[in-house]
């Protein structure tokens, strides 16, 4: 079973940078994909970005397209999200998820093994 737990989550002025981390334990090598969704207020959880494990191909929304770039460490067990160029439309609650396959993650509903408790991301204007 794997555990995911997040970090980094804050409160930032539109424009500014925030990075997440998301620690991994357990049995980490039976997920391929790690990735982080994201929920705001009254809507729906929604995919943000995902990257491989082995060879580190990356998948992202089109909204955070270009503003976050998402890495990993394997050596750690560690996913990482950075967010630059913040807006307040991208204050929500910042969630990790592991799942096997990319399609898993894009799905609608996701198809996702292991949630993270997630973290709290809020932009200020």
């Known amino acids: 079973q794997v555990q995911l737990v997040e970090s980094g989550g804050g409160l930032v002025q539109a424009g500014g940078s925030l990075r997440l981390s998301c620690a991994a334990s357990?049995?980490?090598?039976?997920?391929?994909?790690m990735g982080w969704f994201r929920q705001a207020p009254g809507k729906e959880r929604e995919f943000a970005a995902a990257i491989r494990r082995s060879g580190g191909s990356t998948y992202y929304a089109d909204s955070v397209q270009g503003r976050f770039t998402i890495s990993r460490d394997n050596a750690r067990n560690t996913v990482y999200l950075q967010m630059n160029s913040l807006k307040p439309e991208d204050t929500a609650v910042y969630y990790c998820?592991?799942?096997?396959?990319?399609?898993?993650?894009?799905?609608?509903?996701?198809?996702?093994?292991?949630w993270g408790q997630g973290t709290q991301v809020t932009v200020s204007s």
């Open positions: 998820a592991a799942a096997e396959y990319i399609s898993s993650m894009t799905a609608t509903p996701p198809r996702i093994s292991v």
């Open positions: 357990g049995r980490t090598t039976s997920n391929n994909i």
